[in-house]
């Protein structure tokens, strides 16, 4: 009887262990789910590799991305999103790599540039995030619904709408909002509109 006792304990405790392997790849198949989960559907990381978005953004900063926020709002005027370009500005074999702007014109905005200065209806804007006046005329055109104008902060060194063969961008090729810079550490903070 106590034999058959300590066999009984010694299966409960054998099978009471667990299996640290099977526990392993469980809690890293979970957090490999959760991760791929937030970057999709919440918020992600970007990094900055041009100087189209100079003085707001530099060479290198890195972001965070959200993206829950235009599931229930429209991009505003000053927003800095990230977006999927159009197609025509991705080369043959070449991977299609997401842009960074700012919003300047939305649908059913008539925007033109000329003599250094951005017009939205008519009324010049004000921009003090600007690197320099922009030094190219365009416009005046008209925004499509569900879609926006986006030019880069370093106007005359920025590959955005004003250059584009089709100059506004879908709304639905919009990514998400660049709310917080994380990197560098001296330029830790939240990015402003304006």
């Known amino acids: 009887m106590a034999n058959q006792n300590q066999n009984i304990k010694h299966s409960e405790t054998k099978g009471s262990d667990p299996n640290i392997w099977l526990e392993s790849v469980q809690t890293i198949g979970l957090s490999v ?8 559907f919440v918020a992600e990381a970007r990094y900055i590799p041009t100087g189209s978005m100079e003085p707001t953004l530099q060479v290198n900063d890195r972001l965070v991305v959200e993206k ?16 999927w370009p159009p197609e025509e500005l991705t080369p043959a074999g070449q991977p299609r790599n997401a ?15 000329t003599d250094g200065q951005v017009f939205i209806n008519d009324e010049p804007i004000d921009e003090r995030y600007i690197k ?17 104008l986006v030019f880069g902060d370093n106007r005359n060194n920025s590959v955005d709408s004003h250059a584009w063969p089709r100059p506004f961008l ?19 903070g939240l990015l402003k509109r304006d």
């Open 33 to 40: 789910v959760l991760a791929l989960g937030i970057r999709q």
């Open 68 to 83: 829950i926020s235009y599931l229930f709002t429209v991009p505003d005027r000053g927003d800095i999103v990230v977006f």
């Open 99 to 113: 842009f960074i702007k700012r919003v300047i014109g939305l649908p059913g905005d008539t925007l033109a540039v």
């Open 132 to 148: 320099a006046p922009p030094n190219y005329e365009w416009g005046p055109k008209t925004v499509p619904k569900e879609s926006y």
């Open 170 to 188: 879908p709304e639905d090729q919009i990514i998400g909002k660049a709310v917080v810079r994380f990197w560098p550490p001296n330029r830790v």
